[in-house]
């Protein structure tokens, strides 16, 4: 049976264009029938003269027995002169208006216009997760559609947002303004001032200019951070939506494997404890209603990657999130990681990762688990074995016998550092929704 999506794709990439086109020979062809009608007693004699002047004409140069077909000939060339001088005035007409808009744009207006219909008409995507694992993903999504929402973790109490969130009392906006980031089309010295992290000493340092940029707008907006966002999206021009999972503060509750309980992010992380269950403090936040909608209306739900208990795992325990992702007819994939995360998921192998979700939410959320199985060179795994981190090794066989299609590739990003590489992973998930 087809899916939704890809009836959607089959039909609308070009609808636009195609009503553009059918209004344009609409009026025309209006034009020239209210044209005969009011005009023909003085077209009449003028389309006389022009037809005896061209018959006259093709009678010097052409046999008596082929001059009607040369006269059809002569008006088809000067129809079709006619289209491509209109076509030719419009490109240029739209080419100015381009370039007036949008002085600095360099690719041919051809490939941009398909390359945006295309991305308009992509999937419905919904990327919930957080850290660095969910901006780096968005990269990737973001060159196959416009329709993408990501719903960002709101738990972190460290650095600039933890600061700013305990001292005023905001949402952390740490995740949600590399989210911004990720999907942004704004010029790259818009993104980097978003990005730009004051390091001199004083009130601002360690702080994200694009944190309190955050922070400014909320207080402009009368506490609104949905406004906030809303101003920021268009600031950077994103392909998207970018929103928490919930509008309410909270924080992460964690029992330990040996009974004791933290509170608290990063005091989670800090004490290297392995971690029994995760749990919001307070738990019963409101979920995000925008949230919820967009997961109904998703083709394609991914999850991760991102650290497992302080990223993932939140999101799902705000109410109502898992059961509209458990209720929600679109593909669903959780995006392992591709090493572990010291604190939290220290030696953890890809099953042990779904296994931290099962244990921690209920029901069944995801179908696919796609998982990396080339190895990062030896030098970097001895980089980051120094800091506690370690490769996940991809037990296939340990996922599937917990009842999960599993997806391998390359997908790993080997640079000074070892990530997903976002287009590999991106092209992946597209084949699942493509089918």
Aim: aromatic share 6%; proline share 4%; with cysteine.
């Amino acid at each position: 049976m087809i899916s939704r999506y890809r009836l959607r794709k089959l039909l609308a990439p070009t609808a636009g264009f195609r009503r553009s086109v059918l209004v344009t020979l609409l009026g025309l062809a209006s034009f020239l029938v209210g044209t005969a009608l009011s005009f023909r007693a003085v077209l009449l004699p003028v389309l006389d003269i022009l037809s005896r002047e061209s018959t006259n004409l093709v009678g010097r140069f052409v046999p008596p027995e082929s001059r009607e077909m040369a006269t059809h000939l002569l008006g088809g060339a000067f129809l079709l002169l006619g289209f491509y001088l209109m076509f030719l005035g419009a490109r240029l007409a739209l080419r100015h208006l381009i370039a007036t808009l949008n002085p600095k744009m360099r690719s041919p207006m051809a490939e941009v216009y398909w390359r945006r219909q295309q991305r308009d008409q992509g999937p419905n995507i919904v990327a919930l997760g957080g850290g660095t694992g969910l901006s780096t993903l968005l990269r990737g999504l973001k060159q196959h559609s416009s329709n993408i929402t990501a719903i960002v973790t709101v738990t972190d109490d460290g650095g600039s947002s933890g600061r700013l969130s305990q001292d005023y009392g905001i949402l952390p906006p740490g995740d949600i303004r590399n989210c911004l980031v990720a999907l942004a089309e704004a010029e790259q010295a818009m993104t980097d001032l978003f990005q730009y992290r004051f390091t001199e000493q004083g009130s601002f340092s360690g702080h994200s200019l694009g944190n309190v940029l955050l922070f400014a707008l909320t207080r402009q907006a009368q506490g609104d951070f949905e406004k906030a966002l809303e101003i920021a999206s268009e600031v950077l021009n994103i392909s998207g939506r970018v929103m928490p999972s919930t509008l309410d503060r909270v924080r992460l509750r964690a029992v330990m494997e040996d009974g004791t309980e933290i509170v608290g992010e990063t005091a989670i992380v800090d004490s290297r404890k392995r971690i029994r269950r995760i749990f919001l403090d307070p738990e019963n936040v409101e979920p995000f209603a925008d949230a919820l909608q967009a997961i109904a209306e998703a083709d394609l739900i991914c999850i991760g990657p991102g650290s497992v208990y302080t990223s993932v795992i939140p999101n799902l325990l705000v109410p109502g999130i898992a059961r509209a992702i458990r209720q929600s007819k679109a593909i669903k994939a959780y995006i392992c990681n591709v090493m572990t995360q010291p604190g939290e998921s220290d030696s953890f192998t890809a099953s042990e990762h779904v296994m931290a979700i099962q244990a921690n939410v209920e029901g069944r959320l995801f179908d696919y688990v796609v998982t990396n199985v080339a190895r990062p060179s030896d030098a970097l795994l001895r980089k980051y074995e120094s800091s506690k981190q370690h490769f996940v090794e991809p037990d296939i066989d340990r996922i599937r016998g917990l009842g999960f299609r599993v997806i391998t590739g390359d997908f790993m990003n080997e640079t000074d550092v070892v990530r997903h590489d976002p287009f590999r992973v991106a092209a992946k998930l597209m084949r699942l929704v493509e089918g």
